[in-house]
T-cell receptor, first 114, second 113 residues
Framework: GAVVSQHPSRVICKSGTSVKIECRSL??????MFWYRQFPKQSLMLMAT?????????EQGVEKDKFLINHASLTLSTLTVTSAHPEDSSFYIC??????????FGQGTRLTVV | AQSVTQLDSQVPVFEEAPVELRCNYS??????LFWYVQYPNQGLQLLLK??????LVKGINGFEAEFNKSQTSFHLRKPSVHISDTAEYFC???????????FGAGTRLFVKA
């Protein structure tokens, strides 16, 4: 199947700093990418939908100014957590798919804000 | 809109016993269905998927699932579990047009010796 690479796999940052997470589709062009968040012992919750060259669509309750999404090309989307705080600590997962196909997931990024 | 209901939050089972993890979905359009497994502190691993065709789907690690359109179910089964199957299992659904994936709340499978 198609491969989606997410980087970094783990990151620790200080409170108040910003962190960027990359999601790349390695062997296909992704028309759409999605960002999910998973709190401990909970399910994955969709944060936003990202289409190449256009603004991301955020789910209700997700702060778009805190979670900046850039989908600059058909193979790369980035999520920047701005002014991170301990409550932003979580597991972030991206997925990518082409039209009319299933989504392929990255391996996730564990963010710890100290 | 689509939704997924995993009927059991936890399923304890003895090693070598059979197991079924239940999943029901709701959608007004055609869907793809998935089961993922997540081990502690790891990402998602795809167990199996239903895209089209045969309603009985076989996956990795001896798991299988059956798509039942009339009952809107996609239950996961394994005839004989191992200790190593202890993990969190997520049922998921997406629209066939390549839209977002919606996850169930998860079922914690705990295999006892």
């Amino acid at each position: 199947g198609a491969v989606v690479s997410q980087h970094p796999s783990r990151v620790i940052c200080k409170s108040g700093t910003s962190v960027k997470i990359e999601c790349r589709s390695l062997d296909f062009q992704a028309t759409t990418m999605f960002w999910y968040r998973q709190f401990p012992k909970q399910s994955l919750m969709l944060m936003a939908t990202s289409n190449e060259g256009s603004k991301a669509t955020y789910e209700q309750g997700v702060e778009k100014d805190k979670f900046l999404i850039n989908h600059a090309s058909l193979t790369l989307s980035t999520l920047t957590v701005t002014s991170a705080h301990p409550e932003d600590s979580s597991f972030y997962i991206c997925s990518a798919n082409q039209m009319n196909t299933e989504a392929f997931f990255g391996q996730g990024t564990r963010l710890t804000v100290v | 809109a689509q939704s997924v209901t995993q009927l059991d939050s936890q399923v304890p089972v003895f090693e070598e016993a059979p197991v079924e993890l239940r999943c029901n979905y709701s959608s007004s359009v055609s869907v793809y269905l998935f089961w993922y497994v997540q081990y502690p502190n790891q990402g998602l691993q795809l167990l199996l998927k239903y895209l089209s065709g045969s309603t009985l789907v076989k996956g990795i690690n001896g798991f299988e699932a059956e798509f039942n359109k009339s009952q809107t179910s996609f239950h996961l089964r394994k005839p004989s579990v191992h200790i190593s199957d202890t993990a969190e299992y997520f049922c998921a659904v997406s629209h066939t047009g390549g839209f977002k994936t919606i996850f169930g709340a998860g079922t914690r499978l705990f295999v006892k010796a």
